[in-house]
């Protein structure tokens, strides 16, 4: 016998049967320099939660049959963080411009500890929380730079930094939320107070949407 075959176990389909209720995913390594406190713990505390959650939110509800519950919590959750990225970037283009007007563009603003990580993911979602870390990062780059060269006093630089990571921290907190609902979910229909908040929301965008034509 080849030795360098591996042997294959016998296997109890009873026990099967239970390993089958965690079943394997899977992932991607993403790799992400990050370089501010509020990144860092955005990853620690809510990549792997928000990747379950939108596991559980999405496949787990279709695969139980729940497929307009699922429809709807996929659009809440990609509303989500479309309008997370659309503040963010206003943010960053409000920052950018009075970089520039203070001729501060050619300023390298160096970090102490910036970390180089390699970061599992197996949802969709997972890759958008490390897009909102990295736009965080670029925030508190232009932040820190406005700061260190006097444009903004201490009071305005802690107001940003505590603004930017409260946005993330609000979109990520949703996620989780949506996804302790989702493990809940036993009806069969969509539940209303989602359908409504989608509604809202999409009425919400239409009429922005008309404010710009």
Known sequence: MNKEVEEVKSVDLRELKKKGKTPSRAQIMCKIKVKTRVAHDTLADYLEK????????????????????????K????????????????????????????GLEDVDVEYTSPEELKLPVSTPCGRKIIKLCEKADIFNELISNLWINGSFDDTQYQQATKEVR??????????????NKAREYKGTEAAPEEKNQVEKENATVSEVGAGNE
Request: aromatic residues 10%; negative net charge; charged residues 30%.
């Open 50 to 73: 928000g990747d379950n959650a939108y596991f559980l939110c999405t496949v787990i509800l279709r695969s139980r049959g729940h497929d307009e519950q699922a429809s709807l919590y």
């Open 166 to 179: 409260s946005k993330i921290r609000r979109v990520c907190g949703r996620l989780i939320s949506y996804g």
């Open 75 to 102: 659009e809440l959750i990609d509303n989500m963080f479309k309008e997370g990225f659309k503040e963010l970037d206003e943010r960053i283009e409000q920052l950018e411009a009075i970089v520039a007007s203070d």
